[in-house]
């Protein structure tokens, strides 16, 4: 089997806090991607998995920490801190923001912001960057003459695929799109994801979807991870956790999903999701769970491998953890 393009080994993140403490984001995730794979991160606001993918770019804030190994073919990008993530940025691995216009100066042109990455890492430079800048806003679908204008005079959708082209501006191996259809009325929403599809097969492109919405990982994504409370809850073939989840958290998430083609009730997941500036004891999802037992409000779940390429962190996978209860 070949190496994957990208190897994330127990990957955490922590914040401090402005009045004292800390906030534990990521709690040591792992996960793999394979070259031109396109792999989902899903879960509730909240539950890191923005948090996870600034940390694999290098854009977190000053306030926060990073520990464990972003491997990006081969080398570990997060091993110097800046200095080795940044040759990398934009070129490597890039990026697709949440909400299209704060991505883009809105005093710049948009040619001239596809161009930047492009001439900070020498793939392009003057006529040729611009020239190229042109050509990827035909191959997202917009006008080449739209490189003269502003953000604010394109529309929701033209700028999500503005900002589409600015991540391809460097040729990378991986983009991480964050929530990139949010915002975007359905019609839209749906002619991104295409697009992305049709970009990753065509150019050979690993893409990471973050989202909360699992439709929009269904659309595009062969396996996928759900995190919660800064954990990987489950992942596995996106198929196999739908038909079958391992994780309570899983099975609700799908649960509180319309479906037009079953006739069932949409159920919402009670609670609220747990603080993260505290270590929670035992289960983070226990007082959620409608399946909690004996063991789940002092012992944390480790992660279990549950089928082909599937994990899930959860005690009923745990035979010793169900006999002793
Ligand atoms: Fe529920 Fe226990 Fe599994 Fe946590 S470990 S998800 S509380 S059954």
Same mark, same amino acid.
């Given at each position: 089997?070949?190496?994957?393009?990208?190897? !994330? =080994?127990?990957?955490?993140?922590?914040?401090?806090?402005?009045?004292?403490?800390?906030?534990?984001?990521?709690?040591?995730?792992?996960?793999?991607?394979? %070259?031109?794979?396109?792999?989902?991160?899903?879960?509730?606001?909240?539950?890191? @998995?923005?948090?996870?993918?600034?940390? /694999?770019?290098?854009?977190?804030?000053?306030?926060?920490?990073?520990?464990?190994? %972003?491997?990006?073919?081969?080398?570990?990008?997060?091993? $110097?801190?800046?200095?080795?993530?940044?040759?990398?940025?934009?070129?490597?691995?890039?990026?697709?923001?949440?909400?299209?216009?704060?991505?883009?100066?809105?005093?710049?042109?948009?040619?001239?912001?596809? %161009?930047?990455?492009?001439? /900070?890492?020498? &793939?392009?430079?003057?006529?040729?960057?611009?020239?190229?800048?042109?050509?990827?806003?035909?191959? !997202?679908?917009?006008?080449?003459?739209?490189?003269?204008?502003?953000?604010? =005079?394109?529309?929701?959708?033209?700028?999500?695929?503005?900002?589409?082209?600015?991540?391809?501006?460097?040729?990378? @191996?991986? &983009?991480?799109?964050?929530?990139?259809?949010?915002?975007?009325?359905?019609? !839209?929403?749906?002619?991104?994801?295409?697009? /992305?599809?049709?970009?990753?097969?065509?150019?050979?492109?690993? /893409?990471?979807?973050?989202?909360?919405?699992?439709?929009?990982?269904?659309?595009?994504?062969? $396996?996928?991870?759900?995190?919660?409370?800064?954990?990987?809850?489950?992942?596995?073939?996106?198929?196999?956790?739908?038909?079958?989840?391992?994780?309570?958290?899983?099975?609700?998430?799908?649960?509180?999903?319309?479906?037009?083609?079953?006739?069932?009730?949409? &159920?919402?997941?009670?609670? &609220?999701?747990?603080?993260?500036?505290?270590?929670?004891?035992?289960?983070?999802?226990?007082?959620?769970?409608?399946?909690?037992?004996?063991?789940?409000?002092?012992?944390?779940?480790?992660?279990?491998?549950?089928?082909?390429?599937?994990?899930? =962190?959860?005690?009923?996978?745990?035979?010793?953890?169900?006999?002793?209860?």
């Amino acid at each position: 089997m070949s190496a994957p393009l990208l190897r !994330v =080994e127990t990957l955490h993140v922590w914040f401090e806090l402005a009045g004292g403490g800390e906030l534990h984001a990521v709690r040591g995730i792992d996960f793999e991607l394979a %070259v031109g794979e396109r792999f989902g991160l899903v879960g509730e606001s909240g539950c890191g @998995k923005t948090t996870a993918i600034l940390a /694999l770019m290098g854009l977190l804030p000053p306030n926060a920490s990073v520990a464990g190994r %972003v491997v990006l073919d081969g080398e570990d990008i997060l091993a $110097r801190g800046e200095d080795s993530v940044s040759p990398h940025r934009w070129r490597d691995i890039a990026m697709v923001f949440q909400g299209a216009m704060n991505a883009f100066n809105p005093v710049r042109r948009i040619g001239d912001q596809i %161009v930047e990455p492009m001439e /900070l890492h020498r &793939v392009a430079e003057g006529k040729e960057a611009h020239r190229r800048a042109a050509e990827l806003l035909e191959l !997202v679908g917009i006008a080449r003459n739209r490189i003269e204008s502003y953000p604010h =005079e394109l529309s929701g959708g033209m700028r999500q695929r503005a900002a589409i082209a600015m991540a391809l501006a460097c040729k990378p @191996k991986l &983009v991480l799109a964050d929530e990139p259809t949010t915002a975007l009325d359905v019609m !839209v929403q749906a002619q991104i994801l295409n697009l /992305l599809v049709s970009l990753s097969e065509e150019l050979g492109l690993a /893409l990471v979807l973050v989202t909360h919405d699992l439709p929009v990982v269904a659309q595009t994504c062969g $396996r996928t991870a759900v995190m919660y409370a800064g954990r990987i809850a489950e992942a596995g073939p996106l198929d196999a956790l739908y038909h079958d989840p391992r994780h309570p958290y899983t099975r609700l998430l799908f649960a509180t999903t319309p479906d037009l083609f079953e006739q069932r009730e949409v &159920v919402s997941i009670p609670g &609220v999701p747990p603080r993260l500036d505290r270590e929670p004891a035992g289960c983070a999802f226990a007082p959620r769970c409608d399946s909690a037992f004996a063991p789940c409000a002092s012992v944390t779940p480790r992660a279990l491998i549950v089928g082909d390429g599937r994990t899930a =962190e959860c005690h009923l996978n745990d035979p010793a953890a169900r006999a002793a209860s």
